[in-house]
């Protein structure tokens, strides 16, 4: 009991000096974590946790080749902008080697928000427009100009007041969003935004560019119909404006097919914002687009964006995804979440949709299926059950808060996915059982149906290289 006061009174002294704008995960518990290593995470306690929330950990935290190359580079040069070095000139052409022609030039920036404001100016400079359209339900980053096209975000705020320039397309969502259960939802959802251009224009205002995420994570995992990007991309151009894909979440082969996810839609943006995963956890991303676009701009002047120590660790990063193999594993290890929840979501009346691309998951959490409303408070008790309970970390996110929302670290294994997806099936069924007040609800524990009988559960041999040669790594740890 002492020791869990002093506990108490210890996080309550953390939390004292943070403002109360500052989001936590698990808001009314929150962790105080130590260490980490892998998929994992290690609380003051000791105790373990899988974790299903750090996209940024993405070859796995403090991988001691991360860990390693970023300890030499300080120690050997670090230093302000404007100066010519080799590993700067080689992470940019390493980075760029990930990247379709014409996108064959990049500025190197410090946070995924930098990234997307630098996006807007490049944008804005090579138009010489201003409006910008974003998605409903969008996050694009923290800085004034970025709240001002993040609709989750702005739509929060009292005595907010949108921007003139800013015009807000639907969610492309077949799930819940206004087209849905309909033929051609990608055309409709086009159509929206040529509806928007054309309105904008009756208003003498001019369209330099469209952003959103390819697949729209922030605004609840929202999958596009494959062939919105190619109708949206030519509707913009035609407008005369650029198409700039925030890939600060799902960047860097976290879709497993593609390095893009983008790839995955067959477009090639004009602009592509890339942050989160670059740096494994240290501060680095990039604005990657091509010359005749970049020199628009005029001065460029960043004093920590591609520092050395930044750029040793993140062609680590780009030798880790290589060398493991990580590709392959998001690509396999994605289908097995996504078949085997797949697989449950018959056995429960509160799981509305399944749908996802490589290791970006999400499962929707309704109050019934007929209704589709979100339930957040099934969701939020799923989420806090799979931490206390399972020890594992998953965040229920969206608009609603109603979307459990997976992006593991790559390093994420075909055990982990089975587990995960058997624990959540158990948690999600003892919550309907007590909101039921019986048990009227089966799960893979009834013996109706076992996991290894899923076929994207089957790991493939490159992901069973994959994991084995992450198992050498545990040998040197
Ligand atoms: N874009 C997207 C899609 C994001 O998810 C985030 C961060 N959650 C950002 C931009 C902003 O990145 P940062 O927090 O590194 O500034």
């Given at each position: 009991v002492h020791g869990s006061k002093r506990k108490l009174e210890d996080l309550n002294v953390l939390l004292s000096r943070?403002?109360?704008?500052?989001k936590l995960h698990f808001e009314s518990a929150p962790v105080k974590m130590v260490r980490a290593s892998k998929q994992y995470m290690y609380d003051d306690a000791g105790t373990e946790y899988l974790d299903g929330i750090n996209n940024v950990a993405h070859v796995g935290h403090c991988h001691p080749q991360v860990v390693h190359a970023g300890q030499q580079q300080m120690a050997r040069l670090s230093t302000n902008f404007g100066f010519l070095t080799d590993v700067q000139g080689m992470y940019a052409k390493r980075l760029l080697e990930t990247f379709p022609e014409p996108l064959n030039v990049c500025f190197l920036v410090n946070s995924g928000s930098e990234a997307n404001d630098l996006a807007l100016r490049l944008a804005r400079a090579y138009t010489k427009k201003k409006d910008i359209i974003c998605v409903d339900n969008a996050y694009h980053g923290n800085l004034g100009s970025l709240i001002n096209i993040s609709p989750c975000r702005f739509k929060k705020m009292q005595d907010f007041v949108k921007e003139d320039w800013v015009h807000v397309a639907p969610v492309p969502d077949v799930y819940r969003g206004i087209h849905r259960d309909t033929s051609n939802p990608g055309q409709k959802y086009a159509t929206e935004v040529a509806k928007i251009i054309t309105h904008a224009h009756a208003n003498n205002r001019q369209i330099a560019g469209y952003i959103s995420e390819l697949t729209m994570t922030n605004a609840g995992v929202i999958k596009p119909p494959i062939d919105y990007f190619k109708l949206i991309y030519s509707i913009v151009r035609g407008a005369g404006g650029v198409c700039i894909a925030d890939e600060i979440q799902t960047g860097l082969g976290r879709v497993g097919e593609h390095w893009w996810a983008f790839q995955h839609f067959d477009v090639v943006p004009d602009i592509v914002t890339c942050g989160k995963p670059m740096g494994n956890g240290h501060p680095m991303a990039a604005v990657v687009t091509s010359h005749q676009i970049a020199d628009c701009l005029g001065d460029f002047i960043s004093t920590y964006g591609g520092n050395p120590v930044a750029c040793a660790i993140g062609l680590s990063v780009l030798d880790i995804i290589h060398n493991e193999k990580l590709m392959s594993a998001a690509k396999s290890v994605g289908r097995c979440l996504l078949e085997g929840f797949k697989a449950i979501l018959p056995l429960h009346t509160t799981m509305g949709d399944v749908r996802g691309l490589g290791m970006v998951v999400g499962v929707e959490i309704v109050t019934d299926k007929e209704s589709r409303k979100p339930s957040k408070e099934v969701a939020e008790m799923l989420s806090y059950k799979l931490k206390n309970d399972a020890r594992m970390l998953v965040a229920n996110d969206g608009p609603d808060k109603n979307v459990m929302t997976l992006v593991p670290?790559?390093?994420?294994?075909t055990d982990n996915a089975k587990q995960l997806v058997t624990k959540f099936d158990k948690l999600l069924k003892e919550i309907e059982d007590g909101l039921l007040g019986k048990d009227t609800s089966k799960s893979i524990d009834d013996g109706k149906i076992s996991l290894d009988m899923i076929s994207g559960i089957e790991s493939d041999s490159d992901s069973d290289e994959s994991e084995a040669k992450r198992a050498r790594y545990d040998d040197v740890d």
């Open positions: 943070l403002p109360k704008s500052c670290p790559l390093c994420f294994t």
